[in-house]
């Protein structure tokens, strides 16, 4: 993992990351199901936002989902029992030093992870590896340059960039998405298709301006306030117009846009 992974592991982005996941389950989720008796291995589970939709939407599909934090583990565990699932097995592992036997996966699921990453091809590399010659791997992945919103704001996208550049300095890549096929394809996977997944919020879709607009995107932004300021990227004064003007986007005749892409690649027979 990188040094500091920069969202950090409290419980104000342990429930970002629940919101988040809730509010993006038809965008990111609604093509993806499992066949019965499947092995699916899903790396950086998190606090399992992801695990519980993707367990309910493939019930007799067998999960192993795996995270370098034991407390995301943890935490994942409590709401997988809290949903009744009984198809997942959690365990704390690194991606890097996997304790399964190469080809084990019939399918392989990551959200969110390769962007915290010093080496994500190397990544891609090992969960390849971990797949049956045919198996499938799904990488999910968001990119903070396509985020654009009415009305534009310089500050606002000045405090998105203070997130991109202290992703990047702890090893990261907050622009990952647009990368996602060339990383897949390097990665020696087959039949690679990317789709961008475009989240759109104005206040006719309330839903989406405040599970996205407000809970997912401007938390994750202002979540980075002290470090921001304490690298000395911004000033108080400056980041806080940036946050206010994305709440700003919120309102009745505001507009936000954002895009994730969904990478499918298989692995040669
Ligand atoms: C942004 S969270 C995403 C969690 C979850 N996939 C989701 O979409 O909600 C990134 C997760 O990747 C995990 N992670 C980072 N590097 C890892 C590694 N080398 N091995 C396993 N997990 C890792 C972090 O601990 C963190 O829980």
Redesign the pocket.
Known sequence: ?SEA?V?GYHARENQR?KD??GTLVELLHADTSYPPGSLVLE?????G??TVTLAQRSPAAQFTS????AD?VAQAKRASDAAGLTNVRFQR????ALPFAPESFDHVFV???LE??SHPSDALGVLKNMLKPGGSMTVIEGDHGSAYFHPDSSAARNAIQCLIELQRWAGGNALIGRQLYPLMVDAGLDTVRVSPRMVYADSSRPGMVDGFTRKTFTAMIEGVRESAIEAGITGPEDFDRGIRDLHRTAEADGVFCYTFFKGVGTKRP
């Open positions: 993992m992974y969202h990351l988040q996941a790396a950086g589970c998190g606090v936002s992801q795996i995270d370098v934090s995301s592992a690194d991606i890097f959200c969110f992870v915290h990453l």
